[in-house]
Structure formats: C-alpha cells, structure tokens
C-alpha cells in the first residue's frame, strides 16, 4: 500500500518541463522589456503561445494529465499572458501616461485572472466549440503583437500611448465578457484533408513568414473582434447578459447543458399540466 501511495505523488515530468519553458519565456519577456529589448520581448510571449498548446497535447498523448499540472499550466499563465505583456506594454508605451498607464496594465492583469479563474471552474461545463470570452493568450498576443509591431517599424511608444493604453484596456475587458469566441478545438486534426489544404496551410506560413510581426498582430486583432461580432450576429436582440455578467439563460452563458436542463424542465411542466 505504501508503495502504490508513493507512486501517485510524483510529478509528470514530460508536461510539466513545457509549462515550465513557457513561464520562462514569459519572465523573459519580463526581464528583456526591463531593459528595452521589446521585439525579443514580444516574440518571448509568441513562444510562450507554443509551449502552452504544447503541454496540453503532450499531456493527453502520453496520458499524463493531473491536478497538479493543470494547477501549474494555470499559475504559468497569469505570469507568460497576464504579466509579461502587460509589463511589456507598459515599458513600451504606458509609463508617461501616469496612472492612466498603469492602470490599463492592471485592466489587463486582472482580466486574465477572473479569466483563468471562470474557465477553470467553467470546465465540463462549457460548450467546448466555444471560448467564453477572449482567451488570454490571445489577448496577450494583441498586446504583445502591437508592440512587436511598433518597435519593428520604428514607433516610438510614447507617441502611441493613448492607443496602447486603449487596446490594452480592450484586450483585458474581452477576456471578462460573455462574447463568444471560436475554439476551433471541433477540428479533426487527425482526419484525411485535400492536397489544396495543405498548400494553402504552406502559402500561410510564407505569408507569416514575409512579416511576423504585422501578420501575427493582424491574425488575433481580427480574432479579438470577431468575439462581437459573432455574438451580435447570432442573437435577436443584444441584452446585457450577452455582453457581460451571469445568466441562467443558454444563450448568455453559452452553457449548451443548462440549455437542455432548462427544455427538460420546461417539457416536465408541461406534462405535469397536462396530468
């Protein structure tokens, strides 16, 4: 029994060292934009990106899921896509606006916790084709990505930091709201594609390739809007429970389980009236 007992208390080494490589690429960042090196900042954060999606498959793959690693990819998270870029941001753009500047890069922090916070305790819940809210890597690649664009073509921070601070302030509020984000987590990524697929994935990192930078910051600025956007389009009437806050209703919190809880509920009333 004792034997069987210390085997359940190691630590998955495999994940973990993944999650480990991405909350250093984001204290990094950190340090890099301390002393002004903000396009290795930036890209810091975009690598952060890969070892996130990284640790998770790894995980699922070689059937090393845990608690604790779950625990531990989200303590990472708060540091690579809460912090750094709001740091990064901040040194780049936000330190002469005053309070303003840092008080935007709090809107952007603290939106990313109550972000990891509710998909954590959303998990089993949630409609998995859906993000609730804008996810916080990819509001920490519009913020990292403004300002690797920035400083590549020669923009000095402090003549955009009214804009900085906005898309920051932006950034950290669509984390927090009801709008509805694709997942894509519906793809079968194992499944036969056509061969013009595979040249068109191909023409797409070319394309990246010719401006990382610009292309990457316009690949999730036009992700972040799209969240609006699909929300307003797929309801009749925009209420603020689509926008923001708790709400029983199926189509506020995008819980597709409440919404057959509440037919269920609906359809015994019924019954019960007819009885």
Known sequence: MATDSNKRRGIYLLPNLFTTAGLFSGFYAIVASMNERYIEAAVAIFIAMVFDGVDGRVARMTNTESDFGAEYDSMADIVSFGMAPALVMYNYALADLGKLGWLAAFIFVAGGALRLARFNTNLGSA?????????????????????WVGTEYGIDG???????????????????????????????????????????????????????????????????????VLTIKNVKRLKLEHVVGDNDADDADFDAKAGKREESQQSDEKSNKND
């Open 127 to 147: 409609d998995k084709r859906y993000f609730q809210g804008l996810a916080i890597p990819s509001a920490a690649a519009v913020v990292a990505g403004l300002v």
């Open 158 to 228: 402090d003549d955009i930091g009214s804009f900085a601070a906005l898309v920051t302030i932006a950034a950290g509020l669509l984390m927090v709201t009801n709008f509805r984000y694709h997942s894509f987590k519906d793809v079968d990524w194992k499944g036969r594609v056509s061969f013009v697929v595979i040249l068109v994935i191909v023409l797409a990192f070319v394309i990246v390739a010719t401006q990382p930078s610009l292309v990457l910051f316009a690949i999730f600025f036009l992700y972040a809007l799209s969240g609006p």
